[in-house]
């Protein structure tokens, strides 16, 4: 079954202990990106990576890290988390890398919610 | 930069339609999607619109748009209960082709 699978789906952690949340897509995707959803401000984009070994900054990457060594594995880093990074975190990949071949149709994750306490 | 306008709520009654609207300001968009949350689960695209169309149907799903006003609709007939969710609007915009969502929809569907 073609999926994104994120774990851990719950976390609570305590402030600056480095945690990592882990992303995988078995559809051999190029794109694949992390947002954070929180209440009244929707979806934001923290990384993207257009390719392996390819990352990039979204809106509001400050506090995360990302890396890209295989294609289908790009997990989210918060090397000193802080309270304001409790939230809903989605990872999601395409098939479309910007030229725009196909729908673009973005496959999401089940969500993983983190509180840092 | 980039802006995707929704409101943020909605109410209907089941059997109604719904409409949910959205607006946006890069007209340079190749495709525009809907996507839907249910509670407790991820996005996943509902629809989807080619820029150069004004209307697509999909069985109970219509989705509208003017390219004119940049904005785009999303009907939903007979609406039932399992059509509660959140509705994202998003469109690819930017140099970069970015995939920008607006804050979403919250839609509540009463017996």
């Known amino acids: 079954e073609a999926q994104v699978t994120q774990n851990p789906r719950y976390l609570i952690t305590v402030t600056g202990k480095k945690l990592t949340v882990t992303c995988s897509q078995n559809?051999?995707?190029?794109?694949m990106s992390w947002y954070r959803q929180d209440p009244g401000l929707g979806l934001r984009q923290i990384y993207y990576?257009?390719?392996?070994?390819?990352?990039d900054k979204g809106d509001v990457p400050e506090g995360y890290k990302v890396s890209r060594k295989e294609k289908r594995n790009f997990p989210l880093i918060l090397e000193s988390p802080s309270p304001n990074q409790t939230s809903l975190y989605f990872c999601?990949?395409?098939?479309?890398?910007?030229?725009?071949?196909?729908?673009?149709?973005?496959?999401f994750g089940e969500g993983s919610r983190l509180t840092v306490l | 930069g980039e802006d995707v306008e929704q409101s943020l709520f909605l109410s209907v009654r089941e059997g109604d339609s719904s409409v949910i609207n959205c607006t946006y300001t890069?007209?340079?968009?190749?495709?525009l999607y809907w996507y839907k949350q249910e509670p407790g689960a991820g996005l996943q695209l509902l629809t989807y619109?080619?820029?150069?169309?004004d209307m697509k149907q999909d069985q109970r799903l219509t989705v509208l748009l003017n390219k004119k006003d940049k904005h785009l609709s999303l009907r939903i007939a007979d609406t039932q209960t399992g059509d509660s969710a959140i509705y994202f609007c998003?469109?690819?915009?930017?140099?970069?082709?970015?995939?920008?969502f607006g804050k979403g929809i919250t839609l509540s569907v009463r017996p």
């Open positions: 999601a990949s395409s098939l479309w890398t910007g030229g725009i071949r196909n729908t673009g149709e973005l496959f």
């Open positions: 559809m051999n995707h190029e794109y």
């Open positions: 990576s257009m390719n392996v070994e390819v990352t």
């Open positions: 890069d007209s340079s968009s190749t495709y």
């Open positions: 619109i080619f820029s150069n169309m």
């Open positions: 998003a469109l690819v915009t930017g140099a970069n082709s970015k995939l920008t």
